[in-house]
């Protein structure tokens, strides 16, 4: 057995899975080509097509975290001078920038204030504008807890014939995401956020346009791991080997599926909704103030100005008591922001009101706090 403490883990990922998936984990290896395990395989796929609201045939779960999903669709959507229009409103944001650039592409980025919400009319007057071949951004952006909107822009980005990339890492299983409907080209995920599974697979969804696009292209993908047409081969009906499956965390994966699945997605959302509200309004009467207006809030992720008593005693050294005394990982903030918000993650399994409980409760004996404090963290 493992001699690391239990942690109850309410940071941005990863979060803490069910004791099913856990088993799941332990199971013995089956090799990659066995048919038992291929089935698996198969029933991951649906179960992601329905997640992801989408017919897609190239529905997978990528072997990566959810940065090799980032990486994957700019690797195979954008070519050498391919004008890409990027959304930046958090860290996010920035690594999609980042990396459409090194990719090759001439990247034009509209910037959002931190802790607000890219806005829907720049996005769009720069797709008129910029005419990209491909426009990307955020849902979730983990790094300020913002809900980004997606439908107007993906339309316009549509009309003017751009595909079109949406982050869904911490989004999926806790927001509802409906890749057709929005008409999205190319998306991805990653395990460890509200699907309450252990890092390392990155669910990740192709349009047949974004393959078309692969089709054309007069130079290779510039990633031979991440070839939408090689990973093809093996999830596709051949099953032919392009590299060995990570098959004990696609076995745990579909365990988290099927959990996920027995709940319900519609049922699921509305948990994270609910106990995302809950969160922030008991920390507000502990003079925690949100960084994000109600109405772009993520659920599962919330970004929180801290009272002056818990700036005053460190913020570093709340966290660290709450992870050494209580069990409790919180996240700090990240870039411009660390130091002086916490980010709390309610994700899959731990959107439920005993870990609510749990959280604050330990909070309020760590940092002696009660309703006559109030944030400073803003100044
Ligand atoms: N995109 C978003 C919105 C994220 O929150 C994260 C991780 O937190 C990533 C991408 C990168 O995922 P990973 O850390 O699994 O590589």
Redesign the pocket.
């Known amino acids: 057995m493992s001699s690391l403490p239990p942690r109850l883990l309410l940071g941005?990922?990863p979060s803490n899975v069910h004791p099913r998936v856990l088993a799941a984990l332990a199971e013995p290896l089956r090799g990659h080509l066995d048919p038992a395990f291929l089935a698996v395989v198969d029933e991951v796929q649906g179960r992601l097509r329905a997640l992801f609201g989408t017919a897609n045939r190239l529905t997978i779960p990528l072997s990566s975290?959810?940065?090799g999903g980032?990486e994957a669709c700019f690797a195979n959507l954008v070519e050498a001078g391919d004008r890409v229009l990027v959304g930046v409103a958090g860290v996010?944001g920035e690594?999609m920038h980042e990396v459409a650039g090194r990719h090759g592409a001439r990247v034009t980025r509209v910037d959002a204030k931190w802790g607000t919400a890219l806005d829907e009319d720049a996005m769009i007057a720069a797709i008129e504008r910029e005419r990209p071949a491909l426009v990307a951004f955020?849902h979730?952006?983990?790094s300020t807890g913002v809900r980004q909107p997606v439908e107007r822009i993906a339309a316009a980005a549509a009309a003017a014939g751009a595909l079109v990339v949406l982050?869904c890492?911490?989004s999926l299983g806790g927001l509802p995401v409906r890749l057709d409907e929005w008409r999205i080209d190319a998306a991805y995920s990653?395990t460890?956020k509200c699907l309450s599974c252990p890092?390392g697979l990155a669910p990740a969804s192709f349009s047949e346009r974004a393959l078309a696009r692969v089709a054309r292209r007069r130079t290779p993908v510039s990633s031979w791991y991440f070839d939408t047409t090689l990973l093809g081969s093996y999830y596709g009906a051949k099953r032919v080997y392009h590299h060995t499956a990570p098959v004990g965390l696609i076995v745990a994966l579909a365990e988290a599926l099927r959990i996920l699945d027995a709940e319900g997605v519609d049922a699921r959302v509305v948990r994270h909704a609910r106990a995302g509200a809950r969160l922030v309004a008991e920390l507000e009467a502990l003079g925690f103030e949100p960084l994000v207006a109600p109405e772009h809030r993520l659920p599962m992720l919330s970004a929180l100005w801290l009272p002056e008593a818990i700036v005053r005693a460190g913020e570093a050294d709340l966290r660290r008591r709450l992870l050494e005394e209580h069990g409790i990982e919180v996240g700090g903030g990240l870039g411009k922001l660390a130091g002086r918000i916490w980010r709390i993650g309610l994700m899959g399994e731990n959107a439920r009101d005993e870990v609510i409980d749990r959280l604050v409760g330990a909070v309020k004996k760590g940092a002696g706090l009660d309703s006559s404090t109030f944030p400073v963290g803003k100044s």
Do not use: I, N, Y
């Open positions: 941005p990922g975290t959810g940065s980032m996010f690594r955020v979730a952006e983990t982050d890492v911490t990653a460890q890092p």
